[in-house]
């Protein structure tokens, strides 16, 4: 499987971590609440407990807490976008 791909596990896929949400994860969310830093990166190959698998319509809509600092690196260049 390669990294940004609709990953499984045992079969089934990843969904989104938004509650109420059935969508196929694609975007994997981590953050650094100590340097008010959030990144959003193409789906990870493994689940970590310590990050959120979106789907593309949750990872769109996301907003941050002001002051933070949203760090896109989906596509291959860093898009930084302060909040």
């Given at each position: ?7 499984t ?12 949400c059935s969508?196929?994860?694609e975007?994997t969310?981590?953050?650094d ?9 193409l ?15 949750h ?9 933070w ?7 291959g ?7």
């Amino acid at each position: 499987m390669r990294v940004g791909d609709r990953a499984t596990i045992g079969g089934v896929g990843r969904l989104c971590s938004r509650t109420g949400c059935s969508e196929a994860a694609e975007v994997t969310l981590t953050y650094d609440y100590g340097h008010s830093q959030v990144w959003l990166d193409l789906l990870t190959a493994e689940r970590d407990p310590h990050a959120y698998d979106m789907c593309l319509r949750h990872a769109s809509r996301l907003s941050a807490p002001n002051g933070w600092h949203v760090d896109d690196r989906r596509f291959g260049q860093t898009t930084l976008i302060a909040v």
